[in-house]
């Protein structure tokens, strides 16, 4: 089935009541909460440049007009992403035994893995553009609270106009670490004690993704206060399947190991290609049988307009073969050939009336998307005193992660991604190519039979249609999915 491209933003909030795993009775200052916000880019790392608006002049009010709004649309719809697309958090406490005291979670937070689009056609994604991971410690506003407005843009100073890319300067006067947050509607009380931020990479493939390091700003550590002190950094995403226990079953595991950090620590990503590479989470068996039920009809539908425009296809090769043909046959053979060619233009007709007809049937659906697979996703900072106690920790957070692809212990800094991943290259299972060809062929095969009725093909069509359907209900069954009759 064709892969839709899902590149509309879509954001994921992942958030802690807590973050020190502070004793009771502890000072409430000392408190900080860990956010994760996922989006197709990255808040801070990938700000924009904003050109300045000037005033409209003689002769160019018009354009200018339209440009005005233009702007801050750009500004206020990215906000209206990240408040519409929140998660709601469960609250999911980590128990005094379980959480180390060295690290900083946030909440476990429930989403759904995968999203069924049905433009044009039925299709799986993953559930949100998967670029980039920011982690935000801090003290937040409440939730109520909407601080887009008061976001001092990222202004192209007048001397940068004219010069490359890299040689460009803001103008503006507010360039902290909260102002850039309020472009997202992050709203942090002060200054954010630290943020993080990762990118996806997916392989070509589909098959596996790894996170890189796209910068960090430490302003201070979440687990020491003495003055210099400095701390290994890690932090690392955890996909679950969601259940009552405290026995989750762990789909993925990726980690970015940042190395030795420290108060007043900036960077804007390391390079190096030595991040691991990890698995994508397959689509569950109970999840596919639920995307097989709920998009029944447009899966039928959609499979017979898809086999109707491959028909047509071979309907034009077959007519311009006849065509040369006739152009070289003999007088006994020409007449024959014609009446073959009329019978395909008729056929050709008919089926583009039906692909016709197919097509405003499905539009007529009205379809929204579906979402499938809920998982609950973990993300946590950890800072320790060495590299070795780092691996430790890594190792007792992931545990024998079998999502790995090869052979794999992390121990440096990973490096800046600088391309956005499509969900196109996401592969959602290994069995897909297989029911796919028997998928099309079964569609194949019922499109040819519908054309041949009466007609003296009718019988081999039949049976045709007859093997397809036995083949595709093989490929069904594999997947565990009910049969066609």
Not at 167 to 182: H, M
Not at 250 to 262: C, E, P, Q
Request: glycine letters at 6%.
């Amino acid at each position: 089935m064709k892969r839709l491209i899902c590149w509309i933003a879509c954001l994921c909030l992942l958030q802690s009541q807590y973050a020190y795993a502070a004793k009771e009775g502890k000072d409430s200052k000392d408190s900080v909460v860990v956010r994760a916000f996922v989006n197709d880019t990255c808040i801070i790392a990938d700000e924009p440049f904003y050109m300045p608006v000037a005033a409209p002049q003689d002769g160019d009010s018009q354009a200018r007009a339209k440009f005005l709004p233009l702007l801050g649309l750009v500004v206020g719809k990215l906000a209206e992403l990240y408040i519409n697309n929140k998660i709601k958090n469960s609250a999911s406490h980590y128990k005094a035994g379980v959480a180390r005291k060295d690290t900083r979670y946030a909440m476990s937070s429930q989403l759904n893995l995968y999203r069924a689009e049905f433009e044009p056609s039925p299709s799986l994604v993953i559930n949100a553009a998967l670029g980039c991971m920011t982690i935000v410690a801090g003290t937040f506003k409440p939730e109520t609270t909407d601080c887009t407005a008061a976001y001092v843009p990222k202004t192209l100073s007048p001397d940068s106009a004219g010069k490359p890319e890299d040689q460009w300067k803001s103008s503006r006067t507010d360039d902290s670490i909260a102002n850039q947050l309020r472009r997202a509607n992050v709203c942090i009380e002060g200054n954010a004690k630290a943020v993080y931020e990762a990118r996806f990479e997916f392989s070509k493939d589909g098959t596996a993704y790894r996170l890189k390091d796209a910068g960090y700003r430490v302003d201070s550590l979440l687990t020491a206060d003495a003055k210099g002190a400095s701390r290994t950094t890690l932090y690392t995403l955890k996909i679950s399947n969601p259940s009552t226990t405290d026995q989750q079953e762990v789909l993925s595991s990726a980690w970015v190991n940042i190395g030795t950090v420290s108060a007043g620590t900036r960077s804007r990503g390391k390079g190096g290609d030595d991040a691991p590479w990890l698995r994508v989470p397959p689509l569950s068996a109970e999840a596919r049988r639920s995307f097989d039920d709920k998009t029944k009809v447009p899966q039928e539908v959609s499979g017979e307009i898809e086999a109707l425009q491959r028909a047509l296809t071979r309907n034009q090769r077959m007519l311009a073969g006849m065509d040369q043909r006739i152009a070289t046959a003999g007088p006994d053979l020409v007449e024959g050939l014609k009446q073959e060619r009329t019978r395909i233009a008729v056929q050709n007709q008919s089926q583009e009336a039906e692909l016709d007809a197919r097509k405003a049937e499905y539009h007529d659906l009205r379809l929204a998307p579906l979402e499938f697979m809920p998982v609950t996703a973990e993300v946590a900072v950890t800072e320790t005193e060495s590299e070795k106690a780092a691996q430790v920790a890594l190792a007792d957070m992931v545990g024998n992660t079998s999502d790995v692809v090869g052979s794999y212990v992390g121990n440096a800094a990973t490096g800046l991604l600088s391309k956005r991943v499509s969900n196109s290259d996401l592969k959602l299972d290994d069995d897909g190519s297989e029911y796919e060809r028997a998928r099309a062929q079964y569609f194949d095969a019922l499109i040819a039979a519908n054309a041949s009725q009466g007609g003296a093909a009718a019988p081999d069509a039949t049976r045709s249609l007859l093997e397809a359907k036995n083949k595709y209900n093989v490929a069904r069954l594999s997947l565990g999915l009910e049969q066609i009759k």
